[in-house]
């Protein structure tokens, strides 16, 4: 009998740590603006103000995709070739001039480390993607990872988009981008208006 009890204190370590994780996820969600900010910069402030308001998509979804994207670094490239703050392929930039959404004139689509013209094209295709979605917000953030093609196939899934999604990358990118779309519109609330 004793051995049992000695082995009791067992049974505690998993509940310990249940209460260490919740602890640990309640200060992140409730933790005050000064502690997170570090963990959610924001930069370019006029060139997303700019960008969101000719393309009317919000500010803050444009902010939390260029952290995700390339966490504030213009000269971000991916090993597939996209380029800048929003992570675009210059196939991409240049249909967005084809398309009309952009003047090439001025916004060269092959100058996507500028921090302007990439978060021009970028808030143009963002807009392109709500629009061809029919405004849904997270199916063109599923498009901006995965593609058209591969979200018109999980749209047409008779299940909510996230339960759709194939690709665990793409999922995991819908979330992190909702939850830093939040966390932006919770820590600089008010920065957007009036520019």
Not at 125 to 136: C, M, V, W
């Amino acid at each position: 009998m004793s051995a049992l009890r000695a082995f009791g204190w067992f049974r505690v370590i998993p509940l310990c740590l249940v209460l260490l994780f919740g602890l640990i996820s309640f200060g992140y969600t409730s933790a005050p603006s000064l502690l997170l900010r570090p963990f959610y910069p924001l930069e370019y402030q006029d060139y997303i103000s700019k960008a969101s308001a000719r393309y009317s998509v919000d500010p803050y979804l444009v902010a939390a995709v260029i952290e995700c994207e390339s966490n504030w670094n213009s000269d971000a490239e991916s090993y597939r070739g996209a380029q800048g703050l929003m992570q675009l392929m210059p196939d991409t930039a240049s249909d967005m001039v084809r398309l009309g959404l952009v003047d090439g004139s001025e916004y060269d689509p092959e100058d996507l480390s500028d921090a302007e013209t990439n978060i021009m094209f970028g808030c143009a295709y963002l807009r392109y993607l709500i629009d061809y979605f029919n405004g849904s917000t997270d199916y063109a953030i599923a498009a901006y990872n995965a593609g058209l093609s591969n979200v018109e196939e999980w749209a047409s899934a008779a299940t909510a988009l996230h339960n759709a999604i194939t690709f665990p990358e793409t999922q995991a990118y819908l979330i992190r981008v909702k939850n830093a779309h939040k966390r932006y519109q919770e820590l600089y609330a008010g920065t957007f208006e009036g520019m």
